[in-house]
């Protein structure tokens, strides 16, 4: 599905136009320019509850996590010696959870108290198992993360992580990305001399040139099938939004039809489309030079593979 779009200079909209891939079929949308957008920081696109209970359901039984990203991850930390991480993309705590089952000693942030209840409540039900009884669980923004969690820094985090596309919620207010890029500068400060900070974004350079996001998630193995209508929104001639129209199944198990709408749940996620050179240069920024860099895509190495879905950054801190 491939999108053009045009601002209305004397009003708060923006005009776009949507057409579905293989198909003559286009939809003229209407939008104002706040939709998916923060006033401060990054805007609690869950707060209604509807998309968090969703993707609770969708996510499933947290222990079915895709092992090729669980043994990157794990492998990636235990490679290290890491130990003690902070996971500042919590959301419904499925990766939190997954440490803490490995035996990782884990502190976990999300800006959005409507995913964290879920957390909460998986801490609560476990709290006799002394790894979920000592779970640190903290509402926290980006733009003041370390101001708000000093006091539990210390020396500084084995590892922090920031997975699931989350970083991309944070959208561009300023057309300079000043506060992406305080964001990563709060989350330089968290890791310890030697730790790590792994965060991924989805290939926004493929989705804005091909109009498409792929509907199978690397991060997940879900039951439950999934088709995402993809939006891009230019400003000045740039990509500055990328919309996904999410349409889950809850009911109806892979290989079946979706048939029907009384069991397909929709909702709309807004995301910044970080193309990779200029979040790469962020992140050089962030860490002033010093660290060692790596990507991966898909959790392969990059010459591995040819059109990634997400792309994984490892940056060692020195």
């Known amino acids: 599905m491939s999108s053009t779009c045009t601002k209305n200079t004397n009003s708060n909209f923006f005009f776009y136009r949507r057409q579905k891939a293989n198909s003559k079929m286009t939809e003229d949308v209407i939008r104002t320019k706040s939709l998916g957008l923060s006033a401060e920081g990054v805007r609690d696109q869950y707060a209604d509850g509807k998309a968090a ?17 669980k043994n ?58 002394p790894a979920f009884d000592k779970w640190v669980i903290e509402e926290a923004n980006w733009l003041t993360l370390y101001d708000d969690i000093g006091h539990m820094v210390g020396g500084g985090f084995d590892a922090v992580i920031c997975l699931g596309n989350s970083f991309a919620h944070m959208m561009d207010n300023f057309g300079d990305q000043r506060e992406q890029k305080q964001a990563l500068s709060n989350f330089e400060k968290c890791v310890k001399p030697g730790g790590l900070l792994l965060i991924d974004h989805r290939n926004y350079d493929h989705i804005v040139y091909s109009g498409q996001t792929p509907s199978k998630c690397i991060y997940y193995n879900s039951s439950h099938k999934t088709d995402i209508k993809t939006s891009v929104l230019y400003e000045a001639g740039k990509p500055a939004m990328v919309m996904m129209d999410y349409f889950i199944n809850i009911a109806q198990p892979m290989g079946g039809a979706m048939n029907g709408n009384s069991n397909i749940n929709e909702f709309r996620l807004s995301y910044y489309p970080h193309m990779l050179e200029v979040f790469k240069r962020m992140l050089k920024e962030a860490f002033n030079t010093k660290q060692d860099y790596k990507i991966f895509g898909d959790f392969k190495h990059l010459n591995e593979i040819d059109i990634p879905n997400f792309y994984i950054h490892v940056v060692e801190k020195k």
């Open 53 to 69: 209970k969703v993707w609770e359901i969708f996510i499933g039984d947290k222990k079915s996590r895709t092992e090729n990203y």
């Open 72 to 129: 990157f991850l794990v492998g990636m930390l235990r490679e290290k010696g890491c130990k003690k991480i902070l996971d500042v993309a919590c959301g419904t705590g499925v990766d939190s959870i997954m440490l803490l089952e490995e035996g990782f000693e884990v502190t976990s942030v999300d800006a959005s108290d409507k995913m964290l209840k879920y957390a909460l409540k998986e801490r609560w039900s476990r709290r006799r198992e």
